[in-house]
């Protein structure tokens, strides 16, 4: 499992376009039949990806990182399949998951084991896991039983549904908050107004984004602003201090989850719009 270190905003601000890279950008996480995990300092929170092609991807790592027997003993996971049709096989119980479904897996499972249906159309399961203080079931959501909100406007090129899966409202989990944005055809910005929530990190995973098209991610201090370039199918780390905002090329969908001291995914402080540099 790959390590990132948290970050200090002043020591960020003097990163150039390697470094920043190097930090906070995510560039592989659906190699076929591997699991690819990063582990951030950012809440401790873990991106990873499990794309089973040929054969079935388990859940597992250098325990010695973590300090554990398995990996969710002191953990919660929360996956969203963006790929074909797949299951999830928890402690012997399948969970069949179709593309922009949810699975959230609670701490003290001891084996999860992820599942592609057709070898031609591969599941890929993005993973977000934090840990966890508390037990709570493992559970499923699809974007119907997701709490919605329709957010933004086509004259300002950000209109697009949020979905709430694991959040305070919605599947229950000690501290993981995760959902996804699904941007309307024609609209390219997300998460403008931008706002920051130095009560908890963010981690954005950018999908269904046409091969040449790129997403302008948004991160820094709301003064201090630099830019990350984002393809199809990669996720950035937003430290607690850091906006996190983006416009695309072209439309796109993105996953965030966001790990810290409460659940309460309204609780953001907004940027003003004069205040951005
Ligand atoms: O489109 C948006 O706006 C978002 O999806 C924002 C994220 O959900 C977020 O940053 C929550 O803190
Ligand atoms: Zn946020």
Request: with cysteine.
């Amino acid at each position: 499992m790959e390590r990132r270190y948290a970050s200090h905003p002043n020591e960020a601000k003097q990163f150039d376009t390697e470094r920043l890279r190097e930090e906070f950008h995510i560039p592989t996480l659906f190699t076929p039949d591997k699991l690819e995990l990063v582990l951030s300092h950012e809440d401790r929170l873990i991106v990873g990806g499990a794309n089973p092609v040929h054969q079935a991807v388990k859940l597992e790592t250098d325990l010695k990182e973590l300090g554990v027997s398995f990996f969710l003993e002191r953990r919660e996971l929360g996956i969203i399949n963006i790929g074909g049709a797949g299951s999830v096989t928890v402690d012997g119980t399948n969970y069949e998951l179709e593309n922009k479904e949810c699975l959230f897996v609670g701490m003290g499972s001891k084996e999860v084991i992820f599942n592609s249906k057709d070898a031609a159309n591969p599941a890929k399961f993005y993973l977000n896991s934090a840990p966890a203080h508390k037990e709570f079931p493992t559970a499923k959501a699809t974007l119907a039983d997701a709490e919605s909100a329709d957010l933004g406007s086509i004259t300002n090129s950000n209109e697009r549904t949020i979905y709430r899966f694991i959040h305070e409202n919605g599947i229950q989990s000690a501290q993981l908050v995760m959902g996804m944005t699904l941007l309307k055809p024609g609209n390219m910005w997300n998460t403008m107004p931008a706002h920051v929530h130095p009560r908890r990190m963010e981690a954005y995973l950018y999908f269904d984004l046409p091969e040449d098209a790129v997403v302008v991610h948004l991160m820094g201090e709301p003064t201090e602003t630099r830019h990350i370039i984002m393809r199809n199918e990669e996720a950035v780390i937003s430290p607690s201090w850091s906006v996190h905002s983006g416009v695309g090329t072209s439309n796109y969908t993105f996953i965030w989850g966001m790990a810290g001291d409460n659940k309460i995914y309204s609780d953001m402080d907004p940027v003003d719009m004069k205040e951005l540099k």
